[in-house]
């Protein structure tokens, strides 16, 4: 297409230019065309316990995150941070429903955490979050 594009002769515009606004215009509908799938692929939470800010009672804390599509569980973590620090790799299960994943901590001290999750969507894209939260005495 590009080897026989002939300008009209009475049209002073070069043909690079023309060409190169053709494609930028071609590249917006592209994007506008598929950035509406590209977003609901994304995984995104939908909602959790814990949820952000609450309180649990400890020790023993089962993690549910739901989110809005499946997730690759295999390729997801789950990670309790106290403070900045790494506390426990959480162990995610595996079966259950596809947009849900689930963990459990066992044996947590009263105290301030945060449930740092890192899932992978099935487009591929991996998306992340914090869940600040605080385990209470039983
Ligand atoms: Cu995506």
Redesign the pocket.
């Known amino acids: 297409m590009i080897c026989c594009y002939k300008p009209p002769s009475n049209v002073g515009v070069p043909v690079s230019i023309r060409l190169s606004t053709l494609f930028v215009a071609a590249l917006t509908v592209a994007l506008a065309l598929w950035s509406p799938d590209?977003?609901?692929?994304?995984?995104i939470i939908v909602d959790s316990s814990p949820s952000v800010g609450t309180e649990m009672p400890g020790p023993d804390v089962t993690m549910t995150l739901h989110y809005n599509n499946r997730i690759d569980k295999t390729r997801s973590r789950l990670t309790l941070m106290v403070g900045e620090k790494p506390f426990l790799k959480l162990p995610i299960d595996e079966g259950g429903a596809p947009d849900v994943i689930t963990a459990k901590a066992t044996g947590l001290a009263p105290g301030a955490y945060r449930l740092r999750w890192q899932v992978l969507?099935l487009?591929?894209?991996i998306?992340r979050g914090e869940i600040p939260f605080t385990v209470t005495a039983p």
């Open positions: 590209r977003a609901q692929a994304h995984a969507a487009d591929g894209h998306t």
